[in-house]
């Protein structure tokens, strides 16, 4: 896959996006929300949650605006 | 087909004027034929009909009451129903309610909590980004109501029981790292950021061009906040990427392969599609045949050749799109985001621009950081 570059917005817009420059995680495991993501789908055995229960999946789901 | 999904439409009017919505903007018409809110009757075929499911297919399944607001349902009918689906159901089948939440008093969040039914409220990021579209019939904008009822919530003893979180349109214009910050502030357990509904026909705000990739570069930014916060809240849309990229599934329509069964219950009882249709033709979430939560089992439409037809809409058939290598990622989007006015279905997402840059941006987060 090409690596994508988070480029400015058109002119239009009215303020800028900007990515994050310098990412505060060394590993996957250093992010939270990754680290949450990998236990959920089984990348590593823990006690304390499992993808059956680590997500409630009502938390909106199926919503609409 | 297995239902995991019952939309409950129990009002078909609503108290504010979104420019976008799809229910009233979009051209469909069919709320204007509609009851301004379930009655008691239609409530109790509805309490009649889900336990009946739940025994046909031995599965749970998620309750959503929505609208319109569906907060302007009548008090007494609204708790008959919460009551009556908690008397009924097994924990298991979750009952949530989506409002906008300028209607939210200490007496409803009793109800929910007495109920075990959660809140979940939209609103599109601070004022001067939600007033924009979010407006009321005077259009002036609705912010500060909504705000004042998610502080209501949040005050309750137990607000972690009944507050599930935020519904957030996605204004491309906005900065996405400023609305990420927004929600933080709000202290909401989950958000879930949704493109704006649009079509071939009708590109929604925002969107330049088909290949254009406002919201893409939008959601990447938003990527960018979540993985780099420690104390991050639930982000459906950035879970769902981010899970399947991972080798895992979504939990959602609109990403991912996995086939929903979704039906949706309209205010007047009449059993329709995905109402996110309504925003590609008038009637198009309308079945040919006339189902209705009095008359028929709902176990019995799932089961149905038309049913399944319907439910199949979700895998795209467009050439493009089953050939690419992404598809098991971004399932081709949402359908209605594929209509074209003379070819149906048949294409990739108006959004596949997007999808396709916010994907390769997870994925070199991924890889980068493995």
Known sequence: MESVAIHQPTASTEQEQSSVDTPLIATLRDSAALRRLMEEVGYEDTSGSSAATAYDRAHNRHNRS | ?370
């Open chain 2, 1 to 370: 087909m297995q239902l995991d999904t019952i939309l409950l439409k129990v009002t078909s009017r609503c108290n504010i004027d979104c420019s976008y919505c799809y229910v009233y903007h979009q051209g469909d018409t069919s709320w204007q034929r509609m009851p301004k809110h379930m009655s008691l009757g239609t409530v109790e075929d509805v309490l009649k009909q889900l336990p009946t499911l739940y025994e046909d297919q031995q599965h749970p399944f998620a309750i959503v009451l929505h609208g319109g607001e569906p907060l302007l349902l009548p008090r007494n009918i609204l708790e008959a129903l919460l009551q009556g689906l908690a008397d009924r159901l097994p924990a298991t089948c979750s009952r949530a309610i989506q409002t906008n939440g300028t209607l939210i008093d200490d007496d409803l969040l009793e109800l929910c909590l007495r109920t075990s039914t959660t809140l979940s409220v939209s609103l599109d990021g601070p004022a001067n980004v939600n007033d924009t579209f979010r407006i009321a019939f005077n259009g002036e904008g609705t912010y500060a109501r909504a705000a004042a009822g998610i502080d209501r919530i949040r005050q309750h003893p137990q607000a972690s029981r009944i507050f599930t979180g935020a519904l957030c349109v996605v204004d491309p214009h906005s900065n996405a790292r400023r609305i990420y910050e927004f929600f933080k502030s709000l202290a909401v357990p989950s958000v879930d950021f949704l493109f704006k509904d649009g079509n071939y026909a009708k590109l929604p705000p925002g969107k330049t061009a088909i290949e254009s990739t406002e919201y893409g570069r939008w959601l990447a930014v938003a990527w960018d906040c979540y993985i780099n916060d420690p104390d991050p809240p639930r982000i459906r849309v950035l879970d769902d990427l981010g899970r399947l990229l991972l080798g895992g599934a979504s939990v959602k329509e609109g990403c991912g392969q996995t086939m929903y069964g979704i039906a949706v219950i309209d205010t007047d009882g009449t059993v329709t599609k995905n109402d996110t249709l309504k925003s590609t033709y008038d009637g198009a979430d309308r079945f040919e045949k006339a189902w209705s939560v009095s008359n028929d089992r709902l176990s019995e439409i799932a089961a149905s050749p038309e049913f399944v037809q319907y439910s199949q809409l979700q895998h795209p058939t467009s050439p493009v799109c089953q050939a690419c290598s992404l598809l098991s990622i971004c399932g081709g989007g949402m359908p209605l985001s594929r209509w074209h006015p003379e070819t149906g279905l048949a294409n990739p997402s108006i959004y596949c621009a997007d999808y396709k840059l916010v994907i390769g941006h997870i994925q070199e987060t991924l890889q980068n950081y493995r």
